[in-house]
T-cell receptor, first 112, second 112 residues
Framework: NAGVTQTPEFQVLKTGQSMTLQCAQD?????MSWYRQDPGMGLRLIHY???????DQGEVPNGYNVSRSTTEDFPLRLLSAAPSQTSVYFC???????????FGNGTRLTVT | QQPVQSPQAVILREGEDAVINCSSS?????VHWYRQKHGEAPVFLMI?????EQKGHEKISASFNEKKQQSSLYLTASQLSYSGTYFC?????????????FGKGTKLSVKP
């Protein structure tokens, strides 16, 4: 049982490039979400999904797109990377509302 | 709006006690506590669902006062393993955890 798997672990992009951060879970969880973590800012919610085909914006959605075509996968797309998107990105899932979040190991992204 | 945590940082000696506070200007429907060690993903500690409810995890307990929109995390007889950053979180709307909003965190350092 792998839990929540994020790839890649590290990534360096140039300004303007696009990429997709992958997130997959094998626990049949309905809820999935993406957070970014910057020093002193805590964990800020980017986008979340309460089930396949349903997504919504969080606190800091600008510059990011998501889709949820299957229960297992919840990719995060950076359309045109900017240095301000340099951060650690965490994907998380939970069985239902009010149950514990399971986090992936994170993707450390640097945009130059 | 992010919950507000205090203090931002605390340094303890092994065996000492600490209290971490979490408050919100908006109604708190539930409070979730997580701990993150350096370079790792956040790990779930506990969820508090009712006003005045207290829960425990090892020698860590917490309280939740709905009326005051506050929660407190109590760490007693701290151990070296308690070092890390503690985050409180609360759903932004209703009871769905799909949109859990976290505070900026409290960094706890336990020294021998």
């Amino acid at each position: 049982n792998a839990g929540v798997t994020q790839t890649p672990e590290f990534q360096v992009l140039k300004t303007g490039q696009s990429m997709t951060l992958q997130c997959a879970q094998d626990m049949n969880h309905e809820y999935m979400s993406w957070y970014r973590q910057d020093p002193g800012m805590g964990l800020r919610l980017i986008h979340y999904s309460v089930g396949a085909g349903i997504t919504d914006q969080g606190e800091v959605p600008n510059g990011y797109n998501v889709s949820r075509s299957t229960t297992e996968d919840f990719p995060l797309r950076l359309l045109s990377a900017a240095p301000s998107q340099t951060s650690v990105y965490f994907c998380a899932s939970s069985y239902e509302g009010l149950s514990p979040l399971h986090f992936g190991n994170g993707t450390r992204l640097t945009v130059t | 709006q992010q919950p507000v945590q205090s203090p931002q940082a605390v340094i303890l000696r092994e065996g000492e006690d600490a209290v971490i506070n979490c408050s919100s200007s908006k109604a708190l429907y539930s409070v979730h506590w997580y701990r993150q060690k350096h370079g790792e993903a956040p790990v779930f500690l506990m969820i508090l669902l009712k006003g005045g409810e207290q829960k425990g995890h090892e020698k860590i307990s917490a309280s939740f006062n709905e009326k005051k929109q506050q929660s407190s995390l109590y760490l007693t007889a701290s151990q070296l393993s308690y070092s890390g950053t503690y985050f409180c979180g609360s759903p932004d709307y209703g009871g769905s955890q799909g949109n859990l909003i976290f505070g900026k965190g409290t960094k706890l350092s336990v020294k021998p």
